[in-house]
């Protein structure tokens, strides 16, 4: 709701809330207001560039006075794949006291527009992870083993163990599970198989299990590509399918034998000489030449 540029004008909402908004002209901001209790903990997390907006987003908390509580520019999203610019704002923050708050939200560069709109969550932590598996596609011996990189994201502060495994693994294929610690943010899963060869390329399928408030929770990971840009940032980039794929390495194709063509009989003429040369076969009596 418009105007809300500052903490005079604050808009006010109750928590957790979602809110779609747009910094519509440059060198402004928007301003929120809620109220808190001493010892809360709020979450503001901004979606703009990973919705594809140009705003480059900065937040801040301040509290009734003025005081700045929590600020941030950029924070890193281990999801959002070829984006090259982790521009998206977030912080957590625990309340001092009982009071009003103010989370404000602008643009770092003073930019501003119609298209530089924004998704806001205010909210309590939410603990959540994601995962990513890397490579997408692997190709093994018969009869052996590979490994697999699994990276977690963690949302909202959460440092709880996650347990790694297949899911539903097609007949041959196995794995031991694997535990990510909360101070880990990639493990490696081995898996192997009992098979000599596959025809065709297997899908395969890694879940992450943890307990957040008393209640399980399992996600899949994504499979994805680790990819560089510019020399510096990596980028796990999704794919559409874990792939794998059991060669024989004694298997040995048939050769392929090109038979040569040969050349079609042919009658010369010496046109000096006149001579032709004719031959026949008689089952009998064998081959006869004559000459003319």
């Known amino acids: 709701k418009e105007p809300n540029h500052d903490r005079a004008q604050a808009q006010k909402v109750t928590l957790p ?4 908004g747009r910094i519509e002209k440059p060198e402004k ?5 809620f109220s808190g209790k001493s010892n809360d903990t709020v979450i503001a997390e901004v979606y703009a560039r990973r919705l594809d907006s140009p705003l480059d987003s900065v937040i801040k908390l301040t509290d009734k006075q003025g005081t700045l509580l929590a600020f941030n520019d950029d924070h890193e999203d281990l999801g959002s794949g070829l984006n090259t610019h982790h521009a998206d704002s977030y912080l957590m923050a625990r309340l001092p006291a009982d009071g009003i708050y103010d989370v404000h939200i602008g643009d770092i560069a003073r930019k501003g527009g119609e298209e530089y709109a924004y998704r806001l969550r205010i909210s309590s932590p939410q603990p959540d992870f994601a995962l990513r598996v890397v490579p997408s596609s692997v190709s093994l011996r018969g009869k052996s083993s590979a490994t697999l990189s699994v990276y977690t ?6 440092t709880g163990p996650i347990k790694l495994s297949l899911k539903d693994p097609p007949p041959g294929f196995s794995a031991s599970p694997v535990t990510l610690s909360g101070t880990q943010v990639v493990a490696r899963l081995t898996f192997k198989s009992d098979l000599v ?5 297997v899908s395969l399928s890694i879940v992450g299990s943890a307990k957040i408030n008393e209640m399980e929770i399992a ?7 680790d990819r560089m840009q510019a020399y510096l940032w990596r980028h796990l980039v999704p794919a ?18 090109i038979a040569r063509a040969r050349p079609p009989s042919t009658v010369t003429t010496n046109a000096a000489t006149a001579t032709n040369v004719t031959v026949s076969a008689n ?8 000459v003319t």
């Not at 809330?17 to 779609?20: M, R, V």
Request: hydrophobic share 40%.
């Open 283 to 290: 089952a009998a009596a064998g081959t006869t030449v004559t």
């Open 197 to 201: 060869a596959t025809k065709e390329p």
């Open 219 to 225: 996600h899949e990971a994504v499979p994805a590509e």
């Open 153 to 158: 994201s963690r949302q909202d502060g959460f």
């Open 17 to 20: 809330i979602i809110i779609n």
């Open 240 to 257: 559409s399918e874990l792939r794998v794929l059991v060669f024989d390495p004694t298997y040995e194709p048939p050769p392929k034998r």
């Open 29 to 33: 901001w928007d301003v929120f207001q």
